[in-house]
């Protein structure tokens, strides 16, 4: 059972910052792959940036040098910490796990080349989502 529960978004003006954090509730979050997902109005989910194992990282073309990723697998929880935030980046925003590596890889993939859809259905879980909310 995996259970993902996001805090942290909320509504900020342009050029501000959030950090966003998950709880993970799963067997052994270090063996997982975790990810930040989001998803804006009418349009599909899509990958932001990933995290395998041992620390490396992954993000979006469009979120790279102001998104960080982490992740404390004491605390099992996962970070995004979101600086410069742009109106373009308002979202609902989900944390995502795979405990699948050969999927985790695609998704790394998949984001390096800029298929940010793709990355996204690599997940198998997800939770609930927070929101995110930039202004102009």
């Known amino acids: 059972q995996v259970q993902l529960v996001e805090s942290g978004g909320g509504s900020v003006q342009a050029g501000g910052s959030l950090r966003l954090s998950c709880a993970a509730s799963?067997?052994?979050?270090?063996?997982?792959?975790m990810g930040w997902l989001r998803q804006a109005p009418g349009k599909e989910r899509e990958g932001v940036a990933i995290?395998?194992?041992?620390?490396?990282?992954r993000y979006a073309n469009s979120v790279k040098g102001r998104f960080t990723i982490s992740r404390d697998n004491a605390k099992n929880i996962l970070y995004l910490q979101m600086n410069s935030l742009k109106p373009e980046d308002t979202a609902m925003y989900y944390c995502?796990?795979?405990?699948?590596?050969?999927?985790?890889?695609?998704?790394?993939?998949?984001?390096?080349?800029?298929?940010?859809?793709?990355?996204?259905?690599?997940?198998?879980?997800w939770g609930q989502g927070t929101q995110v909310t930039v202004s102009s």
């Open positions: 995502a796990a795979e405990e699948r590596w050969d999927r985790c890889i695609t998704a790394i993939q998949a984001l390096g080349v800029g298929s940010v859809l793709l990355a996204a259905k690599d997940f198998g879980y």
């Open positions: 799963v067997s052994t979050f270090s063996n997982y792959c």
């Open positions: 995290v395998d194992s041992d620390g490396s990282t």
